[in-house]
């Protein structure tokens, strides 16, 4: 359960910030408007570093939860 669920919003959280980014550049290139890509590229990093602190923690999990079975 806990695995499927970080899963989920990893995945949700990558492809938010990878569409983000595209948008804001596609944006950008029919406006001509480098105001609009700045945002976008500041929303697509941070959904980026918040998804990947979610999959370490993830990984951490996982990890600590093999740890207590070898001691057992």
């Known amino acids: 359960m806990y695995k499927r669920k970080y899963k989920v919003i990893t995945s ?6 990878f569409f983000i980014f595209w948008i804001g550049s596609l ?3 029919v406006y001509r408007n480098l105001d609009i890509l700045l945002p976008g590229i500041l929303c697509s990093f941070i959904f ?3 998804a990947s602190l979610i999959d370490d923690d993830k990984n951490m999990y996982e990890s600590n939860k093999i740890a207590n079975r070898r001691k057992e």
């Open 48 to 50: 980026g570093a918040v």
């Open 27 to 29: 944006v950008t290139i």
């Open 12 to 17: 949700i959280l990558f492809l938010s910030s």
